[in-house]
Nanobody
Framework: QVQLVESGGGLVQAGGSLRLSCAAS????????VGWFRQAPGKEREFVVGISWNGGRTYGADSVKGRFTISRDDAKNTVYLQMNSLKPEDAAVYYCAGRFRLFAYASSQEADYDYWGQGTQVTVSS
């Protein structure tokens, strides 16, 4: 079993920055990909950005390119989402998800992930 725990959410003014963390514990290995998703009130959950098992490949939604950066520290079993130049439309509950298989790459599809965190709230004031 694997547990994913997000942290780092909060209230920030538009134009500000936040760094979210996704800490994995349990039966983890370094061979897992992580995706960040978000869900705003009244909207479907959407893919934000993902990172491959070795950090060699990342990709994200067009809406966050150039503003959000994903990285990982496998020594800490933690994946980070650095969010800069935040906009009110970035406000949502952010979830991390893990895809645990050999040499896993991130996916934009929720069904491709095996474990999910409980989410962390990001609020952006205008």
């Amino acid at each position: 079993q694997v547990q994913l725990v997000e942290s780092g959410g909060g209230l920030v003014q538009a134009g500000g920055s936040l760094r979210l963390s996704c800490a994995a514990s349990g039966r983890t290995s370094s061979s897992y990909a992580v995706g960040w998703f978000r869900q705003a009130p009244g909207k479907e959950r959407e893919f934000v950005v993902g990172i491959s098992w070795n950090g060699g490949r990342t990709y994200g939604a067009d809406s966050v390119k150039g503003r959000f950066t994903i990285s990982r520290d496998d020594a800490k079993n933690t994946v980070y989402l650095q969010m800069n130049s935040l906009k009110p439309e970035d406000a949502a509950v952010y979830y991390c998800a893990g895809r645990f298989r050999l040499f896993a790459y991130a996916s934009s599809q929720e069904a491709d992930y095996d474990y999910w965190g409980q989410g962390t709230q990001v609020t952006v004031s205008s």
